[in-house]
């Protein structure tokens, strides 16, 4: 039997040194993101990515970043708010 988590999780602002974090606290069937000026950590449920206004978010990662993340981890260009208000509809998934 595995947990259940609600939603987004959201962490703490990594702006210094994201490399810091390990992919161990991940957990199965999340991704983590950073989102805003601060680059604070999201963690998200992997359904997110199949819903349309999410894959906006992903164009907008490719256009500005490309492919290529050297800091590796997935950078989403908009405001912390702006995210929120775009994945609060999915909280049922």
Known sequence: MGFRFP?????ASFSA???ASKS????????AVYVGEKQTRYLIPVSYLSQPSFQGLLSQVEEEF????PMGGLTIPCTEDVFQ???SCF???
């Open 91 to 93: 909280n049922g998934l």
């Open 66 to 69: 490309g492919y290529d993340h």
């Open 7 to 11: 939603g987004i999780i959201r962490k």
């Open 24 to 31: 161990v606290d991940v957990p199965k069937g999340y991704l």
């Open 17 to 19: 040194n994201r490399s």
């Open 85 to 87: 208000h775009i994945t």
